[in-house]
């Protein structure tokens, strides 16, 4: 592999319209991956793991204007780190042990 070389790919197709869509799958798990705040230090990205905020992210305006109607204040940029610890705790499950044993709490 190559020192931060990012490899993205697209659930299998068949044809050239597969091939075509496969492809644009690939570039959207790239897309997320790289503009991720939490980027992965694993730089193999398959659009099935990353579909669901492929596809909410695929128009930046209307998300980061949704991100604003529904975050507020807490979408600031200055909020992070509470948006970091909200994120944390839920992915693991609600559990503030855990979640602050991830976070070094």
């Not at 305006?61 to 994120?87: I, K, N, P, Q, Y």
Request: glycine fraction near 6%; charge should be neutral.
């Amino acid at each position: 592999m190559v020192p931060g070389a990012l490899v993205s790919a697209g659930r299998p197709s068949h044809g050239l319209d597969g091939f075509r869509a496969t492809h644009e799958e690939a570039k959207a798990a790239a897309r997320v991956t790289l503009h991720s705040s939490a980027r992965s230090h694993d730089r193999t990205v398959l659009f099935e793991d990353v579909r669901l905020a492929a596809l909410l992210t695929s128009d930046p305006e209307r998300a980061r204007s949704f991100v604003r109607d529904e975050l507020g204040a807490l979408g600031h940029s200055r909020e992070a780190l509470l948006r970091e610890t909200v994120r944390v705790y839920l992915e693991c499950n609600c559990s503030p042990a855990t979640a602050a044993a991830r976070l070094d709490v």
